[in-house]
């Protein structure tokens, strides 16, 4: 194969020129695998508009250099030598995890082809080219399986990873996750008028109620590198608490989160909230400002205070100062990311339905991680089919069960049901 850096990048992305009599497009697909070429395509790759998980600095400073990744992987179609649409990836050695409701199973080790983002022209036939260029690379024995991440299922490439692949590499049962947004208004007034008139009143009331009932209460916005410290230091004293560190998920203070919170305070990126009840941190909320567009990150309260849905208080302060462009900031979208939630049906003004899909390789090792995933999603999907309308219930509950266990962990004491 070529290499990469060969890639012309002084004229626009290609664009479908073919008239009569004109010779047919000679169109090519190469590869980038090292962090060294990938300054040879910033020109092009800058020129199309991204979202902060495929930029190419939060990839080459976050990414490409957190643990368990290999090298890039981004596979880019030229057409006459002009780069036309580029999918953004990256090579990781580490365990495929698949789970039933919270409960994790145990991982197979394996090697994946990881792709955040698809850039440029992303016609059907492009998209084609792009899902092949995959496929080979897994019968060569690049990777054991690729996952190309938060596709909408409307979307041409998600289509395409699904019906291209043969039965043995194939995805049966993609993991569905909702997707949803906020458009911010310019006013407060606006997101509650959106809402139901009960639930409206009761939210009213509750941030009206707690900082009545806590005089001293107050919010700070942490921005910049100099404040990560105290950022880290008390939000880590909330996310010990809370059901997501039950779980190994959610904001944790180790290399990896500094590392990508650290990007975006030095980027000018960094938004995070933090609501106190006097000097004591009772919930947090943190994201990243990109493009006009707030991306949801990490959130938790101090389940000592849920009765006061601290969570829900710092949530529609910090919407109140989007509207009102604080500090400067001019947020026209919230994203929530993916996963459902009460709090996000109330806010969004719109969502969507994703899938991460997998593509697995022609192989022993691939034909296994298919099965596990496959029999796995089943049972998940069958269960929520099962639980129907108790099953936000049934999740209220576990998710308490996992907030004291991690509470009770956090102070060195073991819960009733431990003993």
Known sequence: MKNASAVVLSEAPARDRRAVGSPDPVEEVRIVRSLEEI???????????????????????????RKGVVRPHVVILLNNGRPEAMLVGRLEQGRMISKIGYVRLPGISCRSLVFSGILGNTSPGNCGKLIRSIMTSLRKGEADAAVLEGLPLQCDLHRTALGAPGPLSRDWIPAIREHEVMVVPDSIEEVYRRMSAKHRKNLRREVKHFFAQFKEASIVC????????????????????????????????????????????????????????????????????????????????????????????????????????????????????????????????????????????????????????????FIDRLARKFLGPAQRAVKKAWRSRLASKAAAASLGTTTKEEM
């Open 39 to 65: 300054e040879s395509i910033r020109p092009i790759w800058s020129s199309w508009k991204s979202d902060r998980d495929s930029d190419l600095d939060f990839c080459l400073e976050v990414v490409w250099t």
């Open 222 to 377: 942490y921005a910049g590198e100099s404040q990560l410290d105290t950022l880290f230091r008390d939000a880590e004293l909330i996310a010990k608490k809370t059901y997501q560190r039950a779980l190994g998920a959610g904001f944790a203070d180790n290399k990896s989160v500094r590392q990508s919170l650290g990007h975006a305070a030095r980027r000018g990126w960094l938004r995070a909230n933090v609501l106190y009840v006097g000097e004591r941190p009772v919930a947090f909320w943190i994201g990243t400002l990109y493009r006009h567009t707030f991306v949801s990150e990490y959130m938790g309260y101090d389940p000592e205070f849920r009765r006061s849905s601290p969570g829900m208080v710092l949530i529609m302060r910090v919407i109140d100062g989007f509207c009102q462009r604080q500090n400067g900031d001019i947020v026209n979208e919230l994203d929530f990311g993916s996963g459902s939630a009460e709090y996000k049906q109330s806010l969004s003004t719109r969502g969507s339905v994703e899938a991460s899909v997998f593509i697995f390789s022609p192989s022993a090792r691939g034909a296994a991680l298919n099965l596990t995933r496959t029999v796995s999603n």
